[in-house]
Each structure stands twice: as structure tokens, then as C-alpha cells.
């Protein structure tokens, strides 16, 4: 039977990702997916500056950039009785050009290596899978199924096989990835529950939704609209978004189908005039591709895994997708669980880091899952009153009302430094208590913090380097301001536990500040571990940070 360090079943953005961290760390992995490619549908729009951060540290966050919107498209987002009709308000957010430059500048809040990317999943995917499948321990399998898997004493069995049932063939690996989505049966056979609010009703973004991606070159020219990255409507008949998918008429419209609609029978006619009647005007366009799905969800598992099987992304947590923040979750999911399991799997870390995959990342859910259902409470709960499309005075001062409180919606959902950058994990069986006052959780402000548990603060050197390329794919020792102790016996333990440690010496004096501390130790995931005054007791710090106290 042939044999790998790691299964991993389901290659949307959690699988590509854990497979890219886990063979960059030498693990060899097994991935496989249903579908024949990666997804066709946009799916998720936005990527997270977190997230960017990430895709930096492995090196592809310009290639991601690169693709999705042109580089000098807006991305803000507007909102209209209909397309065709009345533009009610708009949030202005700058291109992609212009952001990749004034990340450089911002401070405070922003203070970042990489700016958000309004980018549809679609153009994601493939450049993780050429990044996963350019490694040379990674073999990547589309058109192709884990059918079922048996937890054996020092593994896992997964039986494979093609998508259509032939080639069956026996698996075996010290791990198995559960990366299978919202459907996941690796969830299931594990006996593990979605807890959390399902099917939330709600006017907008909280029922059954319906997805049409559609081809319409003509359409801001025939309604006038300026160009946006996010386009909704807010009418009381048909309320959908519509995301700007490449710049020349693609577009990912959603709307929420009515009581008497019936997903089962819409066809592309029916799909089209769900789009004419949020334009306000018949419009030529085609559609590519349409599909429903449920608003409403903010679903989190009880358990994460346990001893050889681990879920992830969607197979873990649902989301309303407001806030954009469902893949997003899903590729932080992979950046916590791979460089622990590729420690464990080294023989570098106890069984305790495991553990602490499920205690930081289900909190994160549970943080996450509640930013986007209070998002969706704001936008969806706001009903549109009659009259609002009236010509006149009133009709005027009712789309003046809405317009005030949906822009004002809008800098709540769409600038969220707190939500991207604010995940701490507090509590952690792998983490020190926090050694001060711990920020307060805030969707739109963030505050740098050297506290461990959190995201290390960020700064920009004078030759144009941000902090984080200096990092090491690894662990990272920072020595802080001119004077700060040398560190030796945590190195010296580093070296004798096998890791893969940087050291760097920063003598600028803010950045001391910054941290809090001279000595700082930052992890694989880029989340601070320790910081300290000096290394006594380097052993039992190791210890407590690989799960072997
Ligand atoms: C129409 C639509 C719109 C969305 N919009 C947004 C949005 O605006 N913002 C946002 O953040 N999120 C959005 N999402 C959600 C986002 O797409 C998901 O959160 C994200 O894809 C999760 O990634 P994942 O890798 O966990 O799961 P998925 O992307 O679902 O990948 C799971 C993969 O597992 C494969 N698979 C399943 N079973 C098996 C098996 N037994 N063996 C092998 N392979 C298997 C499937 O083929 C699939 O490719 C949207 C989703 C949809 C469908």
C-alpha cells in the first residue's frame, strides 16, 4: 500500500493552502478532489489583508494580485433602488494599484505588509494548485475522491479513487485532513455537530440565496452606473449584490429567492430576469453559470479533530458570507493546523499542539461567524420602506435615509482591520497567559500589540522591507533595541529540538517599544509565542509552545 505523511480530502482553498504550508515544511501529502478543476463559480470575493500577508510569506501574494479586477478598477461599493435607477449611496475604496502603494504609508490600524485584494476565488484556486502542485513532496489529484478512511493504531487507511467510483485503491497516512466543505462526511463519520444559528431569516442575506454568474459587457454603459467592486440593490422586491468579477462584464450576482420561487426549477431565463428586474431594464447578457445556496448560517463544530483526523474551513464553520470572511477563516485554518502538524509529525511537538489547533481555531470560528452574522443582521434586517423608488420629494427623502444608513453600513462591513488582523488566541494550551491588558476586540479598529497569542505588530523599514519578510518560514527570534540580551539558550534549545529558527537583530528603538519586550519569539504562523526580558527557563518555553509541558 502506498504510503504519505498526510491525506488530505477536498482541494478548495483550506486543502490547496494546507498543502502548500505542509509541503514547504517536507511532508509529503496526498491531496484529492471531486470536482475536475478548481471552482468555476467566483464564490468569495474579497481576500483578506491577513490572508495576503499569508499568500506574501509563501511568496505569491503579487501573483494574486495580479489577477482578478484591472489593476486601476474601483473597488468600492454602492448601493442602488436598482442598477438602472437610483444610486443611493457609495462607500469609495481605492484600486488595487493604489492600494498595493498606500499600504506603505498607512500606520495605526492598516499598519500592514499587504493591503485586502478584492479578487474572486476563482482566480485563487489556480494559483494555489500550481503553487501546491509545484511542490515536489505535494501530489495533487482532481477528478478524484477519498470514499471513506479507518483510524488505525499509527494512522489512517483512506480508500480512493477516481470520481466516478473506478480505480479504487487503498491509502495509507499518519494523518487525514478533512478539507471536504460544508458537506463534509469527514465531519460527519467523526460524529461531530454544527452548533451555532441555521437558517437565520432575515429580508436580505438570511434565507435561500441564488447565484448567477453572468456576462454583461454592457452594463454600466446602458445604465450609467459608475464602476464598483460591489453592486446591491435595495428595492422592496428583489434585493441581490453583484461583485465585479474581472473588469469586462463578468459578474457573481446573488439575490434571495422569494417564499413562491422554487430553486429546483429556475432556469437561465428565470436566472436572467432575476437580474433585469435588479437592473431596472432589460439588459443583453449570458449566463454562465447559476447554483443556490442558504444565508443565514453561523455554524461551528463542536470538535476540530482529534489524535489522526483533522476538518478545517467550511468542513468546520458556516458562514453568512457578509464580511467576506468564510475563505478567509479557511486559509487561517491552514496556516494554524499545518506547521503543527508538520512539527508533530517531525517529532518536534506533542500531542498538545494537536489539541490546540481546535482550541484556537474553533474560538476564531466562533469570533468570525459572529462578525458576519451581525454584518448581516445590519444589512439584511434594514428593510426597504414602500415609496422608496417613488419619484418626488418623499421617494427623494427615503433614498436619502437609506443611502446615510447603508454607507454608514458599509465602512462597518467592508474596513474591518480589527476583524483581520485582531484573532488572538488567548487561552491557548500553547501559549503563555497574556503578561498585560489584552485589546478589545473591535471589527473596525485594530491596536498592535507585542501581547502573545496575537498578530505580531508590523513596520515598514526605510529601504521599503516590511517586518514580516524578514521572518522565517518558521520560528522567528527577535532581539529588540540596542541592548537586548543574546538569547543563547533559546537558540541552543531550538537547534537541539531540530527547529528552524531565525534570529534577528532590530536596534530600532520603536520597534522595542512596540513589542513591549527585548526578546520575542514569533511562530510559523506569524502569531507572537513568548516575549520576555531575557531566556531563563528557554527549555520549559519551548516546551509550553510545542505542546510537551
Ligand atoms: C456561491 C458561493 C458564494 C460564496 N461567496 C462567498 C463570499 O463572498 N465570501 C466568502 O468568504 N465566502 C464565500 N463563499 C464561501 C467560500 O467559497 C467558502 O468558505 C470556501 O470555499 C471554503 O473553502 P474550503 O476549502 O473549506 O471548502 P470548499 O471550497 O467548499 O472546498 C471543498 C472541496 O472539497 C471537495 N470534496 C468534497 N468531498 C470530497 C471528497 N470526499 N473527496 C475529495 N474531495 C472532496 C469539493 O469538490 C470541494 O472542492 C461562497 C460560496 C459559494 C458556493
Not at 504510503?3 to 486543502?15: K, L, N, Q, S, Y
Not at 462584464?249 to 435588479?278: R, W, Y
Not at 485582531?422 to 473591535?442: C, E, K, M
Amino acid at each position: 500500500m502506498k504510503t504519505v505523511d498526510v491525506v488530505i480530502a477536498g482541494g478548495g482553498p483550506f486543502g490547496l493552502m494546507a498543502a502548500i504550508e505542509l509541503g514547504r515544511r517536507g511532508v509529503s501529502v496526498a491531496l484529492f478532489d471531486a470536482k475536475p478543476e478548481t471552482a468555476f463559480n467566483p464564490q468569495a470575493n474579497a481576500t483578506q489583508a491577513r490572508t495576503m500577508e499569508y499568500f506574501r510569506r509563501l511568496g505569491f501574494a503579487d501573483e494574486i494580485r495580479a489577477q482578478g479586477l484591472p489593476r486601476d478598477f474601483p473597488t468600492d461599493i454602492a448601493y442602488f433602488t436598482r442598477y438602472g435607477t437610483h444610486e443611493l449611496g457609495r462607500f469609495r475604496l481605492p484600486a488595487s494599484r493604489d492600494a498595493a502603494n498606500m499600504v506603505r504609508n498607512n500606520d495605526g490600524s492598516w499598519s500592514a505588509a499587504e493591503a485586502p485584494h478584492r479578487i474572486s476565488q476563482k482566480y485563487v484556486e489556480p494559483v494555489l494548485r500550481r503553487q501546491a502542485e509545484d511542490l515536489p513532496n505535494v501530489s495533487v489529484r482532481f477528478s478524484s475522491l477519498v470514499q471513506d478512511y479507518r483510524e488505525t493504531a499509527d494512522g489512517v487507511t483512506c480508500q480512493v479513487s477516481n470520481s466516478d467510483g473506478s480505480d479504487p485503491q487503498a491509502l495509507s497516512a499518519r494523518i487525514l485532513i478533512g478539507a471536504d466543505g460544508s458537506r463534509s462526511f469527514i465531519r460527519k463519520k467523526q460524529g461531530y455537530a454544527l452548533d451555532g444559528d441555521y437558517g437565520t431569516r432575515r429580508h436580505f442575506m438570511g434565507g435561500r440565496m441564488y447565484a448567477v454568474y453572468l456576462r454583461c459587457p454592457e452594463f454600466y454603459a446602458r445604465t450609467g452606473v459608475d464602476p464598483a467592486w460591489m453592486h446591491w440593490t435595495f428595492n422592496p422586491d428583489r434585493r441581490a449584490l453583484m461583485a465585479a468579477v474581472d473588469g469586462q462584464g463578468d459578474f457573481a450576482f446573488h439575490t434571495q429567492l422569494l417564499e413562491d420561487e422554487d430553486e429546483e426549477a429556475i432556469n437561465d431565463e428565470d436566472a436572467k430576469g432575476f437580474f433585469h428586474q435588479s437592473c431596472g431594464m432589460q439588459i443583453d447578457c449570458e449566463v454562465l453559470d447559476h447554483m443556490g445556496w442558504t444565508a443565514g448560517h453561523a455554524l461551528v463544530a463542536n470538535r476540530f479533530g482529534a489524535a489522526r483526523v483533522w476538518i478545517g474551513g467550511d468542513a468546520a464553520h458556516l458562514f453568512t458570507p457578509t464580511g467576506g470572511l468564510g475563505y478567509n477563516t479557511a486559509v487561517e485554518d491552514a496556516v494554524n493546523l499545518s506547521w503543527k502538524l508538520a512539527a508533530w509529525l517531525k517529532g518536534q511537538a506533542g500531542d498538545a499542539l494537536l489539541h490546540s489547533y481546535e482550541v484556537e481555531r474553533r474560538k476564531s470560528a466562533l469570533r468570525n461567524t459572529g462578525y458576519a452574522r451581525q454584518f448581516a443582521d445590519s444589512v439584511g434586517n434594514f428593510v426597504p420602506q414602500d415609496g422608496i423608488e417613488d419619484t418626488g420629494e418623499a421617494g427623494d427623502a427615503l433614498r436619502a435615509a437609506a443611502g446615510a444608513y447603508l454607507t454608514d453600513h458599509a465602512r462597518r462591513e467592508f474596513n474591518i482591520p480589527g476583524v483581520t488582523f485582531g484573532t488572538r488566541y488567548d487561552g491557548s494550551p500553547v501559549l503563555p497567559a497574556p503578561d498585560g491588558p489584552v485589546p478589545a476586540d473591535q471589527a473596525n479598529r485594530y491596536e498592535p500589540s507585542g501581547l502573545p497569542g496575537g498578530r505580531p505588530p508590523h513596520w515598514w523599514f526605510d529601504d521599503g522591507t516590511s517586518l514580516f519578510d524578514r521572518f522565517g518560514l518558521d520560528w522567528t527570534l527577535l532581539r529588540l533595541g540596542g541592548d537586548a540580551p543574546e538569547g543563547a539558550a533559546l537558540i541552543a534549545q531550538a537547534a537541539k529540538r531540530g527547529l528552524d529558527l531565525t534570529v534577528l537583530d532590530l536596534g530600532e528603538p520603536r520597534l522595542h517599544a512596540l513589542y513591549g519586550a527585548p526578546l520575542v519569539l514569533v511562530r510559523p504562523d506569524q502569531i507572537i509565542g513568548w516575549r520576555g526580558q531575557d531566556d531563563t527557563g528557554a527549555p520549559a518555553i519551548w516546551d509550553l509552545l510545542l505542546g510537551l509541558g
